[in-house]
């Protein structure tokens, strides 16, 4: 199966824990995206890499720290986790050439901190 | 950088009725312009784009229209269908794709 597939899928955990998504894309993709989808559904781009280099980091919390091992996966790891990180988180990937192509959303992670 | 705003936020049509969303963009380098589809609890999935060297493209019932100039563009659906229901976003991008607020349709039978 060809896709952006992302774990876990749901994700509760308590304040201040440590906590890391995954996502795998195999698509051959050469840039990749985290998205945080808030309550009112509002997306909004949090980090993009490209051939494993960073090439957007909006104004995140520094709490929040992507990895990139290789072009196939992006991996976003948050640390001392707060309420306000509740929301869902979209991975997504884009094909090579330029940063204006069609994205290809992840099924998303729903994370609720407690 | 970017913004882009959409309009409406809700939006509900009788079946067979048509729909049109609006967005508008402020920054005059952006060149793409996607529209996503997002049911619930599942992930957005693009439904048509355009590029900014083309003012109007269609795909059966969805057609987008571009305004450089104004720098405004349009999804409109016609003959609307239940399953249309959704939230629909536009992104417009030079490079880092910004997303408006969302619209959400219902489309009543």
């Known amino acids: 199966d060809t896709a952006v597939s992302q774990t876990p899928k749901y994700l509760v955990t308590q304040m201040g824990n440590d906590k890391s998504i995954k996502c795998e894309q195999n698509?051959?993709?050469?840039?990749m995206y985290w998205y945080k989808q808030d309550s009112k559904k509002f997306l909004k781009i949090m980090f993009s890499?490209?051939?494993?280099?960073?090439?957007i980091n909006e104004t995140v919390p520094n709490r929040f720290s992507p990895k990139s091992p290789d072009k196939a996966h992006l991996n976003l790891h948050i640390n001392s986790l707060e309420l306000g990180d509740s929301a869902v988180y979209f991975c997504?990937?884009?094909?090579?050439?330029?940063?204006?192509?069609?994205?290809?959303f992840g099924p998303g992670t729903r994370l609720l901190v407690l | 950088g970017e913004n882009v705003e959409q309009h409406p936020s809700t939006l509900s049509v009788q079946e067979g009725d048509s729909a049109v969303i609006k967005c508008t963009y402020s920054?005059?380098?952006?060149?793409?312009f996607p529209w996503y589809k997002q049911e619930l609890g599942k992930r957005p999935q693009l439904i048509i784009d355009?590029?900014?060297?083309?003012g109007e493209k269609k795909d059966q019932r969805i057609a987008v229209t571009l305004n450089k100039t104004a720098k405004h563009f349009s999804l409109h659906i016609t003959e609307t269908q239940p399953e249309d229901s959704a939230v629909y976003f536009c992104?417009?991008?030079?490079?880092?794709?910004?997303f408006g607020a969302g619209t959400r349709l219902t489309v009543k039978p």
């Open positions: 890499y490209n051939n494993k280099e960073l090439i």
């Open positions: 997504a990937s884009s094909p090579p050439g330029t940063l204006q192509e069609t994205q290809y």
């Open positions: 355009i590029r900014s060297n083309v």
């Open positions: 920054d005059s380098a952006s060149n793409y």
């Open positions: 992104a417009a991008s030079r490079g880092d794709m910004r």
């Open positions: 698509l051959g993709h050469d840039t």
